[in-house]
């Protein structure tokens, strides 16, 4: 099975930076997307940012909302997605949750979603 453990989230004033960081292991055959995913209070999930692999080509795509100010990078080696969030607005508090879709086990015939814990992100004076 594949576990992700997330760091990074806290609490940081208008204008300022965190690093969020998710380390997946286990059994994995390969990483199709990780990518980062956040939902305030009262509000719908909402996918931040994702990075892709693989044959089809591999991109970075952001939420409109955080374009200029987040960047979403992965190291394959460690199996490593990380977001660094600058410019930090009020808007953006929020848990910030890790999204690896990945294929398991020696032959990966299966692609699953897999989500870490959260990580609380707050931005306020």
């Known amino acids: 099975q594949v576990q992700l453990v997330e760091s990074g989230g806290g609490l940081v004033q208008p204008g300022g930076s965190l690093r969020l960081s998710c380390a997946a292991s286990?059994?994995?055959?390969?990483?199709?997307?990780m990518g980062w995913y956040r939902q305030a209070p009262g509000k719908q999930r909402e996918l931040v940012a994702v990075i892709t692999s693989g044959a089809s080509g591999g991109s970075t795509n952001y939420v409109d909302s955080v374009k200029g100010r987040f960047t979403i990078s992965r190291d394959n080696t460690k199996n490593t997605v990380y977001l660094q969030m600058n410019s930090l607005k009020a808007e953006d508090t929020a848990v910030y949750h890790c999204?690896?879709?990945?294929?398991?086990?020696?032959?990966?015939?299966?692609?699953?979603?897999?989500w870490g814990q959260g990580t609380q992100v707050t931005v306020s004076s």
């Open positions: 999204n690896v879709r990945a294929r398991i086990g020696q032959f990966g015939l299966t692609i699953n979603d897999y």
């Open positions: 286990g059994r994995i055959f390969s990483i199709n997307a």
